[in-house]
């Protein structure tokens, strides 16, 4: 059975850091490519950032680009989302979920899904 946690979030001024964990159970992460949404209130899921399996290639939504990366531990399970200099249109719940990490990744629908970690963005 497919399992996700996603912690890390957290209130933070504009300009500020957090890194989102993601701990994976019941698939083996090395083979499976991996990707983070986010849901801002009122607003449908978007796709923020995917990485492939074997981690060689990334893709980022454009309003993250420059500010956030990705990144996969298969020995820790664990997928991650580093985000610098945050804004507040940043704000809402992240979610990571195995994904297609290719052309049109952020359409499709998945399956399994975590329960998300609040992201406020806010001085």
Request: aromatic share 12%; proline share 3%; glycine share 14%.
């Amino acid at each position: 059975q497919v399992q996700l946690v996603e912690s890390g979030g957290g209130l933070v001024q504009p300009g500020g850091s957090l890194k989102l964990s993601c701990v994976t159970s019941g698939f083996t992460l090395d083979y499976y490519a991996m990707g983070w949404f986010r849901q801002a209130p009122g607003k449908e899921r978007e796709g923020v950032s995917c990485i492939t399996a074997d981690g060689t290639d990334t893709r980022f939504t454009d309003s993250v680009k420059g500010r956030f990366t990705i990144s996969k531990d298969n020995l820790k399970k664990t997928v991650y989302l580093q985000m610098n200099s945050l804004k507040p249109e940043d704000t809402g719940v992240y979610y990571c979920t195995t994904v297609f990490c290719g052309d049109g990744w952020d359409t499709f629908d998945y399956p399994d899904w975590g329960q998300g970690t609040q992201v406020t963005v806010s001085s």
